[in-house]
């Protein structure tokens, strides 16, 4: 007996006309390698590897179909000639100053779009040390209120936005780690925040007031740091009044991108897990936050949730009902942005044998980081242009600790995330969903 194929409607896209304002709360080291690596790209003097939608393919159909167009030739994205960058930061410093500065690109590659970089620069930035309290910087807006600094913000995207002359806006956050936070009283709705913010409530963080600006000015929002900045209920609730769509959170880079690959193998072959010690060392802005405890233990509760998702103990107690799992961070700021990233996993096969896996990862922190802004740019964009709004989960792919409906847990495995993607992909296109069942194959 043959499958059937599913019949799937359409679903409507707007073309996406005219430019796309990309604007980066955090014009550090991931923020000026990202506008850097796209500026050399559409110049032609680099590739954007890494990039879904710049590089990744997707199937459509049978495999004995043959098609496997360009994501980007698939699905109606704003081209990278289209793209305009701004965004804020509490340095003064222009892209191509903070990206000499960060060290991650080298000036064989800054220094033939040094005029573009040059003219890019950081607006001021809200900022507050109760929150991020290792570093600090002259470029920071002063207001009566929060509810003052985040009608700042607003005004700000709008004049970008006309100054730019863009017809759509996309943020994303590029900032520091904030100190850990869990969701009070002020975060339950979007009157509650409000009041908050003309109150000024020390439990609104300057990350919470960007993602608020963002979405009163129906800009699409994702979050790329642990902080608690967009998954709380006032900023779901305005998400869903205003129609926006809205993801996060924490860029999935080195060491727990790598996590996500090595922990669903092991639940696959149905291998025991006595341990994970996990030990990392960098020296980038982002490492000089992370030395302060508290701003650590927002990292650590972001990655520390993988392997409880993946695993799943309570349903494979023999196997992962004892595990121990501890993550270190140490700022040493020789290696700059070049990450090392260290993992001992102790795992137990067949009558309890064990067995060890040693995983040194010397990475590039920004160079991960990079594509992912891009890619996720991309896609809210594409989100937004398709009447898709809330949590967009089908971008878990590139997040840590992805967002999910209140009451669900999320997906952590980066192929079952990969596939959720590519299917959303082909939903909006009226496509066949893919399950690899492959059964037709040999009827």
Known sequence: MKSKSVALKKHPIQNPKGKLGILLPGLGAVASTFIAGVLSARKGLGKPIGSLTQMGTIRLGKRTDHRVPKINEFVPLAQLDDLVFGGWDIFPDDIYTAAAKAGVLERTHLDPIRGELGKIKPMPAVFDPAYVSRISGPNVKKGKSKMDLAQQLIADISKFKKSNNCSRLVMVWCGSTEKYQTASAVHQSLAAFEKGLRENSPNIAPSQIYAYAALQSGVPYANGA??????????LQLSKEREIPICGKDFKTGQTFIKTVLAPAFKARLLGLHGWFS???????????????EAFRTKEESKLSVLEYILQPDVYPDLYGNYDHRVRISYYPPRGDNKEGWDNIDIFGWLGYPMQIKVNFLCRDSILAAPLVLDLA????LAQRSRMHGIQEWLSFYFKSPMAAPGLYPEHDLFIQLMKL?????YLKGEELITHLGIEYYD
Do not use: H, W, Y
């Open 422 to 426: 590519k299917n959303t992909l082909r």
């Open 378 to 381: 991309l896609f809210l964009d």
């Open 226 to 235: 642990p902080n608690l900045s967009v998954d709380i209920p006032a900023m």
């Open 279 to 293: 030990a990392n060392i960098l020296g980038n802005r982002d490492g000089e936050v992370l030395d302060d405890p």
